[in-house]
């Protein structure tokens, strides 16, 4: 079974729009950790923002917040007044436990472009 | 800010061939990683390493691979023998604590075997 699944390949927003990227997940460890990345055609993975399963309150990186809906095990990424440089793959992440090795999985991943 | 390097960018070799992808890691982190990227999939770890000593490998990791801290501050994945399946994005990461969340990953080196 995966343990991150998210749905949409690719997604289309509008410059200044804000947009969901969807991402839902599978555990039964108590104690994880929820990631999402951001990864332009460069190539580089670069960190976005964290939720831990026990953080009471939901994640916000500027521009970044997680919309984290622990009963329904997702995890969806918000991102506010979106701009070109935006586009980019996006992967959530999750890491059972504290343990970044076969724990920390990652999901397929969702394309954005951001329309001017 | 400091951050992971990796070496080289893109590496270019011949099947059957070794291969070395060096990465630098944050200087007072203590935990380090390898993951594979192949085009158009999601990221997968290969290795962890702590403590001078693999502390954890998938089964992608398989004896052809080997990692090593020669000098502690270069970290290196080796492929001996380079297969076609090799050609992927190596990323390197490291991190402070065993709890902290926040890993850093490196730019990635882009492998290609012919």
């Known amino acids: 079974a995966q343990k991150i699944t998210q749905t949409q390949p690719g997604m289309f927003v509008q410059e200044k729009e804000a947009v969901t990227l969807d991402c839902t997940y599978d555990t039964s460890d108590p104690s994880y950790g929820l990631f999402w990345y951001k990864q332009p055609s460069s190539g580089e993975m670069i960190f976005l923002i964290y939720q831990g399963s026990y953080d009471q309150q939901n994640a916000t990186e500027g521009r970044y917040s997680l919309n984290f809906q622990k009963a329904r095990k997702s995890a969806n990424l918000v991102i506010s007044a979106s701009q070109l440089g935006d586009s980019a793959m996006y992967f959530c992440?999750?890491?059972?436990?504290?343990?970044?090795?076969?724990?920390?999985?990652f999901g397929p991943g969702t394309r954005l472009s951001v329309l001017p | 800010e400091p951050e992971v390097t990796q070496t080289p960018s893109h590496q270019v070799t011949q099947m059957g061939q070794e291969v070395i992808l060096r990465c630098v890691p944050i200087?007072?982190?203590?935990?380090f990683y390898w993951y594979r990227q192949i085009l158009g999939q999601k990221v997968e770890f290969l290795v962890s390493?702590?403590?001078?000593?693999?502390?954890?490998k998938s089964e992608i990791f398989d004896d052809q691979f080997s990692v090593e801290r020669p000098d502690g501050s270069n970290f290196t994945l080796k492929i001996r023998s380079t297969k076609l399946e090799d050609s992927a994005m190596y990323f390197c990461a490291s991190h402070l604590t065993e709890q902290g969340h926040e890993q850093f990953f490196g730019p990635g080196t882009r492998l290609t075997v012919l």
């Open positions: 992440a999750m890491r059972e436990g504290y343990n970044y090795g076969q724990n920390f999985v």
């Open positions: 390493f702590y403590n001078n000593e693999i502390s954890e």
């Open positions: 200087s007072n982190h203590l935990y």
